[in-house]
């Protein structure tokens, strides 16, 4: 597991190999995240975006950006977290993501945004 906190906002990732399937006759290697978002600071937050940088073991870059995460947008209190699970598909037998969340803080009406530390996807078989 990683963790990272940024302006009060602590994330947790942790990962894990789903298998490998052909797709378009290339080999596809699936992986499962689930990230915990907890709010560590004094104000009530919203998280409205992610953004995701996936790269595989030959430093391809694919870039995912959008609203909320599995189509929520969650309000967390100070005290509060919010747990999801999603997943990425890699041509490679291992990788890395990383990224930030855009949040809104409701005391101070400011957006910031909320680094989501690097993890490694790596099958059991591969050595790196």
Not at 12 to 35: C, D, P
Not at 53 to 71: F, H, K, M, P, Y
């Amino acid at each position: 597991m990683v963790q990272q906190v940024t302006k009060g906002i602590k994330i947790s990732v942790e990962t894990n190999y789903e298998g490998s399937f052909y797709k378009n006759y290339k080999i596809q290697y699936a992986f499962g995240y689930t990230v915990t978002i907890e709010n560590q600071s004094k104000d009530s937050v919203q998280l409205l975006a992610r953004h995701w940088n996936i790269l595989d073991a030959l430093n391809n870059l694919e870039t995912v950006t959008g609203d909320g995460v599995i189509g929520r947008k969650p309000v967390l209190k100070p005290g509060e977290s919010h747990t999801y699970t999603s997943g990425c598909l890699l041509t490679s037998p291992f990788g890395a993501m990383f990224g930030y969340y855009n949040m809104v803080n409701f005391t101070t009406t400011k957006n910031f945004k909320v680094s989501i530390p690097t993890f490694k996807l790596s099958t059991p078989f591969a050595m790196n």
